[in-house]
């Protein structure tokens, strides 16, 4: 039973697929959305927790067998960067599922949108006020819920951060995405599509952040690892499509028999798809990271060969795991990687996957 | 009467005479600059000797070249814009907003462009406002400005991506007027961004050079109080600058948003510095009353010169900021220098 369950989990983990980063900023977490997407959101969580068995389970390397069920009565209050946004409907439903599988109730929350910092301090509050047996916080600003956390603290509420940690030693875990092991995954991907050889470039759209370093350095150093017959090229940085689309241009037109090409977020991934438009190469293969309205059409009508994203619903099932861990004052480690997935044109269209995409 | 009318000739004469005094050496200078940076890439970089490579350069220095063409004006009066980076992010979601299907407005091509123009002459007129009426430093001016659109961009985007299906719009930057054709065994294809960045180019010179919102532009960069005192309108003249220089950075906007079809509202942020740099290198004296059209589109040529050759080289984006840097540099310490001689003079 336990292995079947695993199983599955690590099926439906891989099926999984949704981004927290906004278009081409680097946000850690996704943008608002549009009034359209708030109606439709919930619509779509309510049809998914219908059918409870096709959603993942723990997904993770902790057996559900460790996690001790609740007795119904006990609530784990989540305060995430937002509320209306796929993204976090996507972290809610899996937080949710998880609830109900452990018998506690959940309670999640954001503010209205990711720049309402003192929003987000107010619901914290009321998370604090409202007594629960655990909080999860994904953090607006790393610094500014450093008060409240020391009275979460002093009343004796454990605290689990998601998405993004907090500069603080008080939250017993951090549930987020291994942006690392994604990039890896990425280059394996690339690798494959290249049938192993070949020159290969890289576009990152950031190079000063922990995301940004981690999503190109995973890429290289699974290619200088893992591909000794491919090349890699020096990478470019391009946070914006057009200048990543001429830096892709450029690359291209430079190395005439690049057969790969990487895209560190939306941005980047787009850009290198107009570039490689631009230059006339059909035969090029892109892989981005995360999701959005450019780089799913892209995959769709086959000018991108697919994309790695985040997996919101295992980072809200994790996240309340954890919580349910603390409550029973088990041990957890410092971080939990959320996962990823990988997505292309052969599975954009599963349930599991569209259901999270956003645009 | 008479006699105004004389100073303000006189005025005008003296900012043209100033206005094209040393330029004519400088704009030498840049060109030579130009064709050295060529020449070294053709031979250091791989595959860049190709006239592929030479269209690619001119299409895509063509909205920072464009917004460069504005700006010239404006620094000519002594002023700057800072609001042109996120200023064109604005109106490039403006266009998305006024061209894009239901539930945006789904308006016919030329009305949605025309539109998109109305809104850059908007904000240029906000920002000549403020400078010429409320008596704002241009600087705060045009900053306050580049924070406003940047977060009004964000604001009627709801922060989406927003997709024109227009094709007409994506023709207009993107199609060839201008058939391809073969040379040399590769097909060449001029996008339609190249002609309207060279038209737009003489356009403006002949604002420039040609007519009184050019000479009085730089009357007013020159000596701002003499040129009030001889009877020129100075507040309507700086207005109709920024008006102006709002125009162009409409039409950047709408250069850059075409070539993807779709529109970000957080591009464009910094853009404003390229743009000005452009119009530095090309010898428009940041201190006003010289400005140079012909300099500002060589400066936003060499400036991509640089970026594309530096990357075919491989090299990474800090040293291609590094060497946009030194050029900057060196073009302003030989304008410093030029100003030193005619002082002494």
Known sequence: MRIMRSAIALASVLALGLTACGTSTDTSSPDPTTAEETTSAPAESESASEEPSESPSEGGSEGAGDVPQGDGTQTIYLVSKGFQHRFWQAVREGAEQAGEEFNYKVEFVGPQNETQVTEQLNMLKTALDSKPAAIGLAALDSGAASDLLDQIEAAGIPIIAFDSGVDSDIPLTTVQTDNYAAAQAAAEHLVELIGGQGTVGLICHDQTSQTGKQRCDGFKEYMAENAPDVTVLPEQIAGEVGLAANAAKSMIQANPDMVGLYGSNEAAATGAVQGAIESGNSELKVVGFDSGKTQIDAIKNGQQAGAVTQAPIKMGYETVVAAIKAINGQELPEVIDSGFAWYDASNIDDPEIAANLYE | ?345
């Open chain 2, 1 to 345: 009467m008479s006699t105004t009318e004389e100073t303000k000739t006189e005025v005008e004469h003296e900012a043209k005479k100033e206005g094209r005094s040393g330029s004519s050496f400088q704009q030498l200078l840049v060109l030579l600059a130009l064709v050295a940076i060529y020449v070294f890439f053709m031979f250091a970089a791989p595959n860049f000797a190709q006239l592929g490579i030479a269209i690619d350069i001119l299409s895509q220095s063509a909205y920072i070249g464009v917004m460069a063409l504005g700006t010239t004006f404006i620094i000519a009066t002594g002023g700057i814009d800072l609001s042109s980076g996120t200023g064109m992010s604005l109106m490039a979601v403006a266009a998305g907003i006024f061209l894009a299907a239901p539930p945006y407005w789904n308006l016919p091509l030329g009305a949605g462009l025309l539109l998109v123009l109305l809104v850059g002459a908007l904000i240029g007129a906000i920002n000549g406002a403020n400078v010429a009426i409320l008596g704002l430093p241009p600087f705060i001016a045009t900053l306050a400005m580049m924070m406003a659109a940047r977060g009004l961009a964000l604001v009627i985007s709801q922060t989406q991506t927003i997709s024109i299906a227009n094709p007409g719009y994506k023709n207009l930057v993107q199609g060839n007027l201008i058939p391809r054709f073969e040379l040399g065994g590769s097909t060449i294809a001029i996008p339609n961004s190249v002609l309207i960045f060279i038209l737009l180019a003489i356009v403006a010179a002949f604002l420039l050079n040609k007519t009184l919102l050019g000479r009085y532009a730089l009357a007013i960069g020159s000596n701002e109080e003499a040129t009030r005192l001889s009877g020129v309108n100075v507040r309507f003249w700086k207005m109709m600058v920024y008006i102006v220089g709002g125009l162009f950075v409409a039409i950047g906007a709408i250069l850059y948003s075409g070539r993807f079809g779709f529109v970000q509202p957080s591009e464009g942020v910094g853009f404003e510095l390229n743009v000005i740099a452009a119009a530095v290198i090309g010898g428009t004296s940041l201190s006003g009353g010289r400005a140079n059209i012909t300099g500002t589109v060589i400066g936003a040529l060499i400036m991509q010169t640089l970026t594309k050759g530096l990357q075919m080289m491989g090299l990474r984006q800090e040293w291609q900021l590094v060497v946009t840097g030194v050029v900057v540099l060196i073009a302003v310490l030989i304008d410093i220098q030029r100003q030193r001689r005619a002082n002494a003079a």
